[in-house]
């Protein structure tokens, strides 16, 4: 069942948090149920930039492009790198099983 599902998100002291992850929930969803820093201050209505990721390398290529509204949003988003996503604008599916992202700096 779900609670197979895991992704690992560093926060950002470095620490890597091991999470349960539902399917259909969205990744900031997940971080944000477990307790983890993340402001998403929109709740996930991509009008905010401040549920910011960095997602590993070896995982970026198995997500969906981001939609002309997320790539709009990053724009304005603090320190942003060629990895860098909204985690509110990805859903969580099994193929995302052992996903690895790192909580962007606060801007
Ligand atoms: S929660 Fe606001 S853009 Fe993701």
């Known amino acids: 069942m779900s609670d197979d599902y895991k992704i690992t998100v560093t926060d950002r002291e470095g620490v890597e948090h091991v999470l349960d992850a539902i399917e259909g929930w969205r990744v900031m969803e997940i971080i944000r149920d477990h307790g983890l820093p993340i402001k998403a201050e929109c709740g996930g209505a991509c009008a905010c930039a ?34 860098s996503r909204l985690s509110c604008q990805i859903i969580f599916t099994p193929e995302l099983n052992g996903l690895r992202v790192t909580l962007a700096p606060e801007g």
């Open 50 to 83: 401040t549920c910011h990721v960095y997602v590993d390398e070896a995982w970026l290529k198995k997500l969906h492009e981001p939609r002309d509204e997320e790539i709009d949003m990053l724009d304005e988003a603090f320190l942003v790198e060629d990895n």
